[in-house]
């Protein structure tokens, strides 16, 4: 009975994960993130009182991860999928997602055709049945008067050559809060980013590129300035993602990082400062850690849907002044999640999640010892 209890609670704590990150904000509505535990690779789900946004699906072998994740959110309508750029680790798990029974509004990419991969090709002939757009700098995307994110990058046409350099950047903002969502954009990117005049500041930093050594400036972390940072990254991944120089300049900055690798899935709650805290999340409504390898406006420029030219993308959407994309309500409802989050920064990955619970499991185990001797000496005394 001993052993079945630990190996029991052994179990729970491999898919533990640390509770949220709260901040609140001025936004009369609360927003969660949850940046998806899809092993080696990138998936982000932005949940409002009325949207859903999905931004890349992780690997081709995370897709059934992400539908599970997406059931476990209560996600049955995406209004906008976002599509970083067309590497596998990014799209592949959007094909399961786009071949579901999930009603999906409009889609959005970086215009980069990348069809020497079938993987590529199989996700723009998928996409392609939806409203698909390129995503160019200064589009404003309004979820509602107080919840709105502004592409920040790629330019139109696209500046560098690098399919990763071209990543969707992404600032969202919820009333004076704001969160950098950068897929895998490098070096290039982090400077024509700083160029662009853009308020770049954000209390919080999706880390680009999985936390390689191409990405993550002192320059850039300078101007965003962020108080969190979040690696998505697989355990023990064949890239070594995330790099000990990333890790090491995060740290400098006393930036308090956390990564999918050693935590699972980890949530983000932007609260209203005039609603009531809700509970956290139950256990069953947490995705379980992967174990595959491994406070300013935002600028208001915005697009209208007029035709672009561009030698290496469809006719997508091009901006111009004085009109803002709307999306169109969600039938699902938000999920909010109040928890206080860990204070200590992250500076080596880890392949095990914490076990903060060890010491309630201990006492557990001691008290049934305690009752079994009990009842021994109970039976010799009947003899």
């Not at 998806?36 to 897709?63: E, F």
């Not at 039938?331 to 392949?351: C, E, G, V």
């Amino acid at each position: 009975m001993f052993i079945v209890l630990f190996q029991t609670s052994l179990q729970s704590f491999g898919s533990s994960t640390i509770a949220p990150i709260v901040l609140t904000t001025s936004c009369p509505d609360s927003v969660t993130i949850y940046f998806l535990d899809v092993g080696q690779g990138d998936s982000i789900l932005v949940k409002t009182p009325s949207k859903n946004i999905l931004i890349d699906g992780g690997p081709t072998d995370a897709g059934t991860t992400v539908l599970n994740d997406l059931n476990a959110y209560h996600v049955t309508k995406i209004d906008l999928m976002v599509t970083t750029h067309p590497h596998e680790d990014h799209i592949g798990g959007e094909i399961a997602v786009l071949q579901s029974a999930i009603s999906i509004q409009d889609i959005i990419y970086n215009g980069y055709n990348y069809t020497t991969t079938q993987t590529f090709n199989t996700w723009k002939a998928l996409a392609l049945a939806h409203n698909l757009t390129q995503a160019s700098r200064n589009q404003v995307y309004a979820m509602s008067p107080t919840i709105n994110f502004t592409v920040l990058s790629p330019t139109n046409p696209l500046q560098f050559s690098d399919v990763n350099a071209e990543s969707i950047v992404i600032k969202l903002q919820v009333g004076n809060t704001s969160v950098m969502l950068t897929g895998d954009a490098q070096f290039d990117t982090e400077q024509s980013l700083i160029s662009s005049g853009f308020n770049l500041h954000s209390q919080v930093l999706k880390v680009g590129h999985h936390g390689s050594s191409t990405s993550t400036s002192q320059t850039f972390l300078s101007v965003v300035a962020p108080t969190y940072a979040v690696i998505s990254a697989g355990i023990n991944n064949p890239y070594g993602h995330p790099t000990q120089q990333t890790l090491d300049i995060l740290s400098s900055n006393s930036i308090i990082t956390y990564g999918t690798y050693s935590y699972g899935t980890i949530v983000v709650s932007l609260n209203s400062v005039t609603q009531t805290p809700t509970p956290t999340p139950t256990a069953s409504l947490t995705p379980t850690p992967s174990l595959s390898p491994t406070p300013t406006s935002s600028p208001t420029a915005t697009p209208s849907h007029s035709p672009i030219s561009n030698p290496t993308s469809d006719p997508t959407t091009a901006p111009t002044s004085n009109t803002v994309v709307t999306l169109s309500p969600t039938i699902a409802p938000n999920q909010k999640t109040t928890a206080k989050p860990s204070d200590s920064p992250i500076t080596n990955p880890s392949a095990t999640p914490t076990i903060p619970e060890f010491s309630i499991i201990v006492i557990i185990i001691a008290l049934l010892m305690a009752g079994s001797i009990s009842m021994v000496m109970q039976k010799r005394k009947l003899r």
